[in-house]
Protein backbone atom coordinates (compact mmCIF):
# COMPACT_ATOMS: atom_id res chain seq x y z
CA UNK A 1 0.00 0.00 0.00
CA UNK A 2 1.34 3.00 -1.02
CA UNK A 3 1.52 6.19 1.45
CA UNK A 4 -1.12 9.34 0.64
CA UNK A 5 -3.22 6.16 -0.78
CA UNK A 6 -7.18 7.30 -1.52
CA UNK A 7 -9.08 4.35 -0.13
CA UNK A 8 -13.09 3.67 -0.44
CA UNK A 9 -14.28 0.99 1.79
CA UNK A 10 -17.47 -0.99 0.77
CA UNK A 11 -19.16 -1.78 3.75
CA UNK A 12 -17.60 0.85 6.14
CA UNK A 13 -20.21 0.94 9.20
CA UNK A 14 -19.25 -2.76 10.63
CA UNK A 15 -17.63 -2.78 13.52
CA UNK A 16 -14.13 -4.74 12.36
CA UNK A 17 -13.60 -2.14 9.06
CA UNK A 18 -14.92 0.76 10.32
CA UNK A 19 -11.67 0.36 13.20
CA UNK A 20 -9.79 -0.09 9.97
CA UNK A 21 -11.20 2.73 8.46
CA UNK A 22 -9.51 4.96 11.71
CA UNK A 23 -6.48 3.68 11.28
CA UNK A 24 -5.76 3.90 7.99
CA UNK A 25 -7.04 7.67 8.08
CA UNK A 26 -4.66 7.59 11.01
CA UNK A 27 -1.86 6.68 9.00
CA UNK A 28 -2.32 9.49 6.16
CA UNK A 29 -4.42 8.07 4.23
CA UNK A 30 -7.70 10.02 2.47
CA UNK A 31 -10.54 7.65 3.39
CA UNK A 32 -14.28 7.22 1.93
CA UNK A 33 -17.08 4.65 2.39
CA UNK A 34 -20.39 3.71 1.74
CA UNK A 35 -22.79 1.41 4.01
CA UNK A 36 -26.52 1.10 4.25
CA UNK A 37 -28.99 0.00 7.83
CA UNK A 38 -26.24 1.36 9.82
CA UNK A 39 -26.57 1.86 13.65
CA UNK A 40 -25.01 3.45 16.73
CA UNK A 41 -22.37 3.54 18.06
CA UNK A 42 -20.27 3.17 14.87
CA UNK A 43 -22.08 5.88 13.09
CA UNK A 44 -20.81 8.56 15.53
CA UNK A 45 -17.44 7.18 15.98
CA UNK A 46 -16.84 7.34 11.63
CA UNK A 47 -17.95 10.96 12.48
CA UNK A 48 -15.65 11.86 15.16
CA UNK A 49 -12.93 10.81 13.41
CA UNK A 50 -13.98 12.76 10.20
CA UNK A 51 -15.23 9.80 7.94
CA UNK A 52 -18.45 10.37 6.83
CA UNK A 53 -21.09 7.19 5.46
CA UNK A 54 -22.35 7.46 1.71
CA UNK A 55 -25.82 5.87 1.30
CA UNK A 56 -27.63 3.83 -0.06
CA UNK A 57 -24.83 1.87 -1.96
CA UNK A 58 -24.31 3.18 -5.41
CA UNK A 59 -21.47 2.98 -8.43
CA UNK A 60 -20.71 6.89 -7.88
CA UNK A 61 -19.82 6.14 -4.23
CA UNK A 62 -16.36 5.39 -5.62
CA UNK A 63 -13.76 8.40 -6.56
CA UNK A 64 -12.63 7.64 -9.69
CA UNK A 65 -8.68 8.10 -8.53
CA UNK A 66 -9.53 5.62 -6.17
CA UNK A 67 -6.08 3.88 -5.16
CA UNK A 68 -7.43 0.83 -2.80
CA UNK A 69 -11.03 -0.32 -2.57
CA UNK A 70 -11.87 -2.29 0.33
CA UNK A 71 -14.63 -4.70 0.74
CA UNK A 72 -16.45 -5.78 3.79
CA UNK A 73 -17.88 -9.27 4.48
CA UNK A 74 -22.12 -9.16 4.17
CA UNK A 75 -24.30 -10.63 1.88
CA UNK A 76 -25.45 -7.15 0.04
CA UNK A 77 -21.70 -7.07 -0.86
CA UNK A 78 -21.98 -9.17 -3.89
CA UNK A 79 -21.65 -8.27 -7.58
CA UNK A 80 -25.16 -9.26 -8.51
CA UNK A 81 -26.66 -7.18 -6.35
CA UNK A 82 -24.69 -4.27 -5.08
CA UNK A 83 -23.49 -1.96 -8.44
CA UNK A 84 -20.78 -0.20 -6.29
CA UNK A 85 -19.10 -3.86 -5.58
CA UNK A 86 -19.75 -4.88 -9.10
CA UNK A 87 -18.07 -1.87 -10.32
CA UNK A 88 -14.96 -2.07 -8.35
CA UNK A 89 -14.35 -5.98 -8.89
CA UNK A 90 -14.30 -4.59 -12.64
CA UNK A 91 -10.58 -3.56 -11.44
CA UNK A 92 -9.92 -6.87 -8.94
CA UNK A 93 -5.96 -5.73 -8.62
CA UNK A 94 -7.32 -2.64 -6.14
CA UNK A 95 -9.37 -4.96 -4.44
CA UNK A 96 -9.04 -6.51 -0.90
CA UNK A 97 -10.58 -7.59 2.19
CA UNK A 98 -10.13 -5.45 5.25
CA UNK A 99 -8.35 -8.08 6.92
CA UNK A 100 -5.92 -8.44 4.65
CA UNK A 101 -5.03 -4.93 4.77
CA UNK A 102 -5.32 -5.36 8.32
CA UNK A 103 -2.51 -8.74 8.05
CA UNK A 104 -0.38 -5.83 5.69
CA UNK A 105 -0.31 -3.03 8.33
CA UNK A 106 0.61 -5.30 11.09
CA UNK A 107 3.47 -7.29 9.07
CA UNK A 108 6.93 -6.68 10.96
CA UNK A 109 5.11 -5.85 14.53
CA UNK A 110 4.95 -8.12 17.92
CA UNK A 111 1.30 -9.33 17.22
CA UNK A 112 -0.94 -10.50 20.34
CA UNK A 113 -4.08 -11.88 18.85
CA UNK A 114 -6.87 -12.39 20.89
CA UNK A 115 -9.02 -15.31 19.52
CA UNK A 116 -12.08 -17.53 20.91
CA UNK A 117 -15.79 -17.34 20.11
CA UNK A 118 -16.66 -14.56 22.69
CA UNK A 119 -14.80 -12.34 25.11
CA UNK A 120 -12.63 -11.16 22.19
CA UNK A 121 -13.15 -7.33 22.22
CA UNK A 122 -13.41 -7.11 25.97
CA UNK A 123 -9.64 -9.42 26.57
CA UNK A 124 -8.43 -7.16 23.63
CA UNK A 125 -9.78 -3.77 24.85
CA UNK A 126 -8.09 -5.01 28.46
CA UNK A 127 -4.73 -5.74 26.90
CA UNK A 128 -4.27 -2.52 25.24
CA UNK A 129 -5.73 -0.52 28.07
CA UNK A 130 -2.66 -2.26 30.51
CA UNK A 131 -0.15 -1.96 28.29
CA UNK A 132 -1.32 1.93 27.93
CA UNK A 133 -1.08 2.49 31.44
CA UNK A 134 2.07 0.98 32.20
CA UNK A 135 2.96 3.63 29.23
CA UNK A 136 3.78 1.09 26.20
CA UNK A 137 2.21 2.76 23.56
CA UNK A 138 0.36 0.17 21.89
CA UNK A 139 -0.98 -0.47 18.40
CA UNK A 140 -4.28 -2.00 18.84
CA UNK A 141 -7.26 -3.42 16.64
CA UNK A 142 -10.71 -3.86 18.95
CA UNK A 143 -13.96 -5.13 17.08
CA UNK A 144 -15.97 -2.83 19.43
CA UNK A 145 -15.91 0.22 20.73
CA UNK A 146 -14.10 0.50 24.38
CA UNK A 147 -15.50 2.82 26.60
CA UNK A 148 -11.90 3.45 28.07
CA UNK A 149 -9.90 4.44 24.82
CA UNK A 150 -13.16 5.55 23.09
CA UNK A 151 -10.94 4.07 19.74
CA UNK A 152 -11.12 1.04 18.67
CA UNK A 153 -8.37 1.13 16.71
CA UNK A 154 -4.67 2.91 17.34
CA UNK A 155 -1.52 3.28 15.78
CA UNK A 156 1.05 3.67 18.73
CA UNK A 157 4.98 3.84 18.79
CA UNK A 158 5.36 0.80 20.88
CA UNK A 159 6.52 -2.32 19.47
CA UNK A 160 3.31 -4.17 20.66
CA UNK A 161 0.41 -4.63 18.50
CA UNK A 162 -3.08 -6.04 19.67
CA UNK A 163 -5.62 -7.30 18.08
CA UNK A 164 -8.66 -8.91 18.18
CA UNK A 165 -8.89 -12.13 15.85
CA UNK A 166 -12.11 -12.85 13.81
CA UNK A 167 -12.91 -16.53 13.05
CA UNK A 168 -15.54 -15.72 10.33
CA UNK A 169 -14.90 -15.43 6.35
CA UNK A 170 -12.67 -12.55 4.93
CA UNK A 171 -14.95 -11.71 2.11
CA UNK A 172 -17.62 -12.83 -0.14
CA UNK A 173 -14.77 -14.32 -2.36
CA UNK A 174 -12.66 -15.23 0.38
CA UNK A 175 -13.68 -17.91 2.88
CA UNK A 176 -10.28 -17.83 4.65
CA UNK A 177 -11.03 -16.86 8.02
CA UNK A 178 -10.21 -13.32 9.05
CA UNK A 179 -7.69 -14.26 11.43
CA UNK A 180 -5.48 -16.23 9.36
CA UNK A 181 -4.19 -12.91 7.25
CA UNK A 182 -2.78 -11.75 10.37
CA UNK A 183 0.88 -12.85 11.87
CA UNK A 184 0.64 -13.91 15.71
CA UNK A 185 3.88 -13.76 17.71
CA UNK A 186 1.82 -15.00 20.96
CA UNK A 187 -2.43 -15.86 21.53
CA UNK A 188 -5.32 -15.62 23.69
CA UNK A 189 -7.26 -18.00 23.17
CA UNK A 190 -10.70 -17.77 25.05
CA UNK A 191 -12.90 -20.57 24.15
CA UNK A 192 -13.93 -22.21 20.56
CA UNK A 193 -17.52 -23.06 20.85
CA UNK A 194 -19.72 -23.47 17.92
CA UNK A 195 -20.61 -20.63 16.20
CA UNK A 196 -21.98 -19.32 12.93
CA UNK A 197 -24.11 -22.39 11.85
CA UNK A 198 -24.37 -20.52 8.29
CA UNK A 199 -20.66 -20.69 7.52
CA UNK A 200 -19.24 -23.49 9.73
CA UNK A 201 -22.15 -26.07 9.45
CA UNK A 202 -20.15 -28.39 11.73
CA UNK A 203 -18.06 -28.65 15.38
CA UNK A 204 -15.41 -29.90 13.05
CA UNK A 205 -15.14 -27.02 10.49
CA UNK A 206 -15.86 -24.31 13.26
CA UNK A 207 -13.05 -26.03 14.79
CA UNK A 208 -10.54 -26.31 11.45
CA UNK A 209 -9.47 -22.30 11.44
CA UNK A 210 -8.57 -22.45 15.19
CA UNK A 211 -6.02 -25.29 14.69
CA UNK A 212 -4.41 -22.98 11.80
CA UNK A 213 -4.18 -20.27 14.08
CA UNK A 214 -2.38 -21.62 16.75
CA UNK A 215 -0.19 -23.03 14.72
CA UNK A 216 1.16 -20.11 12.95
CA UNK A 217 2.37 -18.94 16.27
CA UNK A 218 6.01 -18.79 16.28
CA UNK A 219 8.68 -21.41 18.66
CA UNK A 220 9.02 -18.53 21.14
CA UNK A 221 5.59 -17.36 21.11
CA UNK A 222 3.23 -17.60 23.66
CA UNK A 223 -0.41 -19.57 24.35
CA UNK A 224 -2.06 -18.31 26.71
CA UNK A 225 -5.64 -20.74 26.71
CA UNK A 226 -8.84 -20.80 29.01
CA UNK A 227 -8.63 -24.29 30.53
CA UNK A 228 -12.19 -24.93 30.22
CA UNK A 229 -12.76 -23.49 26.94
CA UNK A 230 -14.58 -25.28 25.07
CA UNK A 231 -12.25 -27.19 22.32
CA UNK A 232 -9.10 -25.65 23.21
CA UNK A 233 -7.44 -28.22 24.92
CA UNK A 234 -7.83 -30.00 21.57
CA UNK A 235 -7.06 -27.35 19.34
CA UNK A 236 -3.73 -26.36 21.16
CA UNK A 237 -2.19 -29.54 20.83
CA UNK A 238 -1.67 -27.45 16.87
CA UNK A 239 0.58 -25.31 18.83
CA UNK A 240 5.02 -25.81 18.72
CA UNK A 241 5.44 -23.04 21.36
CA UNK A 242 5.17 -22.73 25.06
CA UNK A 243 1.25 -23.16 26.24
CA UNK A 244 -0.12 -21.89 29.31
CA UNK A 245 -3.32 -22.14 31.03
CA UNK A 246 -5.87 -20.30 33.05
CA UNK A 247 -9.25 -20.54 34.71
CA UNK A 248 -11.79 -18.80 37.21
CA UNK A 249 -10.67 -21.44 39.93
CA UNK A 250 -9.95 -24.79 38.49
CA UNK A 251 -6.20 -25.81 39.83
CA UNK A 252 -5.28 -28.00 37.34
CA UNK A 253 -4.94 -24.40 35.51
CA UNK A 254 -1.62 -22.20 35.81
CA UNK A 255 -3.90 -19.64 36.72
CA UNK A 256 -6.73 -19.05 38.85
CA UNK A 257 -8.37 -16.75 41.22
CA UNK A 258 -9.39 -16.78 45.10
CA UNK A 259 -11.25 -14.96 47.70
CA UNK A 260 -13.38 -13.68 45.11
CA UNK A 261 -16.27 -11.81 46.28
CA UNK A 262 -18.28 -10.40 43.73
CA UNK A 263 -20.48 -6.27 44.43
CA UNK A 264 -20.59 -3.66 42.59
CA UNK A 265 -16.28 -3.58 43.24
CA UNK A 266 -15.59 -7.44 42.43
CA UNK A 267 -12.49 -8.62 44.23
CA UNK A 268 -9.96 -11.74 44.06
CA UNK A 269 -6.48 -13.46 44.30
CA UNK A 270 -4.77 -13.64 40.89
CA UNK A 271 -2.79 -16.86 41.63
CA UNK A 272 -0.11 -18.39 39.64
CA UNK A 273 0.94 -22.21 40.65
CA UNK A 274 0.13 -21.84 43.82
CA UNK A 275 1.25 -18.66 44.95
CA UNK A 276 -0.47 -15.03 44.85
CA UNK A 277 0.81 -12.81 42.63
CA UNK A 278 -1.79 -9.78 43.11
CA UNK A 279 -4.86 -8.81 44.82
CA UNK A 280 -7.23 -7.31 41.85
CA UNK A 281 -10.84 -5.37 42.09
CA UNK A 282 -12.76 -4.65 38.81
CA UNK A 283 -16.40 -3.41 37.79
CA UNK A 284 -16.82 -5.49 35.19
CA UNK A 285 -19.83 -8.13 35.97
CA UNK A 286 -20.39 -11.80 35.76
CA UNK A 287 -17.99 -14.47 36.11
CA UNK A 288 -16.87 -14.65 32.60
CA UNK A 289 -15.19 -11.26 32.94
CA UNK A 290 -13.61 -12.20 35.39
CA UNK A 291 -12.11 -15.04 33.77
CA UNK A 292 -11.43 -12.96 31.05
CA UNK A 293 -9.06 -10.68 33.48
CA UNK A 294 -7.51 -14.01 34.84
CA UNK A 295 -6.53 -14.56 31.15
CA UNK A 296 -5.18 -11.30 30.40
CA UNK A 297 -3.36 -11.36 33.60
CA UNK A 298 -2.39 -14.79 32.46
CA UNK A 299 -0.57 -13.45 29.44
CA UNK A 300 0.65 -10.35 30.51
CA UNK A 301 2.20 -11.39 34.05
CA UNK A 302 3.79 -14.67 32.59
CA UNK A 303 7.50 -14.98 32.32
CA UNK A 304 7.94 -14.75 28.81
CA UNK A 305 11.70 -16.29 27.11
CA UNK A 306 11.93 -14.30 24.17
CA UNK A 307 11.98 -10.91 26.37
CA UNK A 308 15.20 -11.93 28.11
CA UNK A 309 15.58 -9.94 31.61
CA UNK A 310 12.54 -8.04 31.10
CA UNK A 311 10.65 -11.07 31.82
CA UNK A 312 7.27 -10.00 31.73
CA UNK A 313 5.01 -7.30 29.93
CA UNK A 314 3.92 -5.46 33.27
CA UNK A 315 4.26 -5.20 36.71
CA UNK A 316 1.60 -6.83 38.71
CA UNK A 317 1.14 -3.42 40.37
CA UNK A 318 0.30 -2.17 36.75
CA UNK A 319 -2.18 -4.68 36.36
CA UNK A 320 -4.27 -3.65 39.26
CA UNK A 321 -4.42 -0.56 38.74
CA UNK A 322 -5.59 -0.88 35.16
CA UNK A 323 -8.13 -3.76 35.96
CA UNK A 324 -9.64 -1.32 38.60
CA UNK A 325 -10.07 1.33 36.41
CA UNK A 326 -11.00 -0.74 32.86
CA UNK A 327 -14.35 0.01 32.24
CA UNK A 328 -15.25 -2.89 29.30
CA UNK A 329 -16.69 -1.98 25.87
CA UNK A 330 -19.81 -0.30 24.67
CA UNK A 331 -23.17 -3.16 24.36
CA UNK A 332 -20.67 -5.62 27.01
CA UNK A 333 -23.33 -5.41 29.89
CA UNK A 334 -23.46 -1.30 29.19
CA UNK A 335 -25.14 0.33 32.04
CA UNK A 336 -27.56 2.84 29.50
CA UNK A 337 -28.44 5.09 32.63
CA UNK A 338 -27.45 6.31 36.05
CA UNK A 339 -30.43 8.81 36.41
CA UNK A 340 -33.03 6.28 37.32
CA UNK A 341 -33.74 3.60 40.11
CA UNK A 342 -34.36 1.05 36.95
CA UNK A 343 -30.98 -0.04 36.11
CA UNK A 344 -31.02 -0.47 31.98
CA UNK A 345 -27.90 -2.87 30.61
CA UNK A 346 -27.30 -3.20 26.85
CA UNK A 347 -25.64 -6.87 26.19
CA UNK A 348 -24.06 -8.36 23.21
CA UNK A 349 -25.95 -11.71 22.08
CA UNK A 350 -25.07 -12.60 18.90
CA UNK A 351 -24.21 -16.55 20.23
CA UNK A 352 -25.98 -18.55 23.09
CA UNK A 353 -22.87 -18.60 25.29
CA UNK A 354 -22.71 -14.88 24.92
CA UNK A 355 -26.53 -13.85 25.84
CA UNK A 356 -26.18 -15.54 28.77
CA UNK A 357 -23.22 -14.50 29.86
CA UNK A 358 -25.42 -11.30 30.21
CA UNK A 359 -28.42 -12.93 31.88
CA UNK A 360 -25.72 -15.15 34.07
CA UNK A 361 -24.14 -11.75 34.74
CA UNK A 362 -26.74 -9.89 35.93
CA UNK A 363 -28.33 -12.43 37.85
CA UNK A 364 -25.05 -12.57 40.15
CA UNK A 365 -24.84 -9.06 40.72
CA UNK A 366 -28.75 -8.37 41.23
CA UNK A 367 -30.21 -12.05 42.96
CA UNK A 368 -33.03 -10.11 44.35
CA UNK A 369 -34.57 -8.10 41.34
CA UNK A 370 -36.98 -8.82 38.78
CA UNK A 371 -34.95 -9.23 35.37
CA UNK A 372 -37.09 -7.85 32.31
CA UNK A 373 -35.38 -8.99 28.86
CA UNK A 374 -35.98 -7.23 25.63
CA UNK A 375 -34.47 -9.59 23.15
CA UNK A 376 -33.63 -9.44 19.29
CA UNK A 377 -32.87 -12.61 17.26
CA UNK A 378 -30.91 -10.64 14.73
CA UNK A 379 -28.30 -13.43 13.99
CA UNK A 380 -28.51 -16.09 11.84
CA UNK A 381 -27.64 -18.50 14.93
CA UNK A 382 -30.86 -17.26 16.23
CA UNK A 383 -33.58 -17.99 13.88
CA UNK A 384 -31.82 -21.49 12.42
CA UNK A 385 -33.85 -23.78 13.40
CA UNK A 386 -30.95 -26.29 14.49
CA UNK A 387 -30.81 -24.20 17.06
CA UNK A 388 -33.88 -23.53 18.57
CA UNK A 389 -32.87 -25.54 21.68
CA UNK A 390 -30.84 -22.52 22.35
CA UNK A 391 -34.48 -20.82 23.51
CA UNK A 392 -34.96 -23.69 25.92
CA UNK A 393 -33.51 -22.35 29.02
CA UNK A 394 -31.56 -18.57 27.22
CA UNK A 395 -34.64 -17.08 29.44
CA UNK A 396 -34.74 -18.97 32.67
CA UNK A 397 -33.59 -16.12 34.78
CA UNK A 398 -35.87 -13.55 33.33
CA UNK A 399 -39.24 -12.54 34.65
CA UNK A 400 -40.72 -11.10 31.76
CA UNK A 401 -39.31 -11.52 28.23
CA UNK A 402 -40.32 -9.35 25.00
CA UNK A 403 -39.70 -10.73 21.55
CA UNK A 404 -38.48 -8.24 18.79
CA UNK A 405 -38.98 -8.98 15.60
CA UNK A 406 -36.09 -11.52 13.65
CA UNK A 407 -33.83 -10.14 11.00
CA UNK A 408 -35.11 -10.40 7.60
CA UNK A 409 -31.51 -10.84 6.34
CA UNK A 410 -31.35 -13.74 4.66
CA UNK A 411 -34.92 -15.03 5.78
CA UNK A 412 -35.53 -17.62 3.15
CA UNK A 413 -31.75 -19.22 3.61
CA UNK A 414 -29.98 -21.70 6.47
CA UNK A 415 -33.62 -22.80 7.65
CA UNK A 416 -34.69 -19.88 9.12
CA UNK A 417 -37.87 -19.90 11.69
CA UNK A 418 -40.16 -17.09 11.69
CA UNK A 419 -41.02 -14.73 14.00
CA UNK A 420 -43.92 -17.07 15.01
CA UNK A 421 -42.05 -20.21 15.10
CA UNK A 422 -39.25 -18.23 17.19
CA UNK A 423 -42.34 -17.13 19.75
CA UNK A 424 -43.46 -20.40 20.12
CA UNK A 425 -39.96 -22.14 21.13
CA UNK A 426 -39.74 -19.34 23.87
CA UNK A 427 -43.49 -19.71 25.55
CA UNK A 428 -42.80 -23.76 25.75
CA UNK A 429 -40.62 -23.03 28.40
CA UNK A 430 -41.47 -19.27 29.65
CA UNK A 431 -44.65 -18.37 30.55
CA UNK A 432 -44.43 -14.55 30.56
CA UNK A 433 -43.36 -13.87 26.67
CA UNK A 434 -44.82 -10.74 24.38
CA UNK A 435 -44.96 -9.83 21.24
CA UNK A 436 -43.69 -6.63 20.23
CA UNK A 437 -43.39 -5.58 16.54
CA UNK A 438 -41.61 -2.22 17.11
CA UNK A 439 -40.25 0.43 19.11
CA UNK A 440 -43.67 1.70 20.03
CA UNK A 441 -44.57 -1.13 21.07
CA UNK A 442 -42.01 -2.13 23.36
CA UNK A 443 -42.26 0.97 25.25
CA UNK A 444 -46.06 0.72 25.75
CA UNK A 445 -44.89 -3.02 26.97
CA UNK A 446 -42.62 -1.54 29.32
CA UNK A 447 -45.16 1.18 30.84
CA UNK A 448 -47.11 -1.74 32.26
CA UNK A 449 -44.91 -4.34 33.12
CA UNK A 450 -42.29 -2.46 35.11
CA UNK A 451 -41.91 -2.29 38.82
CA UNK A 452 -40.09 -0.30 41.06
CA UNK A 453 -36.92 -2.44 41.89
CA UNK A 454 -36.54 -4.41 38.38
CA UNK A 455 -33.78 -4.22 35.64
CA UNK A 456 -33.76 -4.55 31.88
CA UNK A 457 -31.73 -6.32 30.23
CA UNK A 458 -31.55 -5.24 26.06
CA UNK A 459 -29.87 -7.94 24.58
CA UNK A 460 -29.06 -8.23 20.64
CA UNK A 461 -26.09 -7.80 17.94
CA UNK A 462 -28.10 -5.31 16.13
CA UNK A 463 -29.87 -2.23 16.53
CA UNK A 464 -32.91 -2.74 18.93
CA UNK A 465 -34.99 -0.50 16.98
CA UNK A 466 -33.64 2.24 18.85
CA UNK A 467 -34.25 1.06 22.00
CA UNK A 468 -31.01 1.52 23.54
CA UNK A 469 -31.73 5.04 23.42
CA UNK A 470 -35.36 5.38 24.29
CA UNK A 471 -35.80 2.56 27.11
CA UNK A 472 -32.94 4.35 29.49
CA UNK A 473 -35.23 7.94 29.01
CA UNK A 474 -38.79 6.30 29.69
CA UNK A 475 -37.48 4.34 32.81
CA UNK A 476 -35.56 8.01 34.14
CA UNK A 477 -38.84 9.35 33.56
CA UNK A 478 -40.94 6.70 35.09
CA UNK A 479 -38.63 5.88 38.13
CA UNK A 480 -36.11 9.25 38.73
CA UNK A 481 -33.92 9.01 41.62
Known sequence: MEKNSKIHIIGI???????????????????????????????????RHGINILTPYKKENIPEDADLIIIGKHSKLNEIENEEVALALENKERVKSFPEVLGEITKNRENIVVAGSYGKSTCTALIAWCLIKAKKDPSYFIGAIPIDTRN???MGKGKEFVLEGDEYPSANWDNTSKFLHLNPSSILLISAEHDHFNIFPTEKSYKEPYKNLVGKIPKDGLLVYSYEGKNNREIVKNAKCRKISYSLSNRNADWWSTNLRYSVDTTFDLINKGKKVVSLKTKLLGR???????????????????????????????????????????RRIELKNSRSKIPVYEGF???????KSVFDALKLHYPHKRLVTVFEPKTFSWRNIATKKWYKDIFDTSDQVIILPPSKHGKNTHDQMSFQQILKEVKKNHPKVHRANNEKETLALLKKIIKNGDIIALVSSGSLLGLSESVPKLMEKMFPK
Request: overall charge positive; hydrophobic content about 40%.
Open 152 to 154: SSH
Open 288 to 330: HNIENIIGCGAFLLENLPRLGKAGKKIRPKDFANAVATFQGIK
Open 13 to 47: AGAGVSAVAVMLKDLGHTVTGSDEGFYEPTISYLK
Open 349 to 355: GSSYAKA
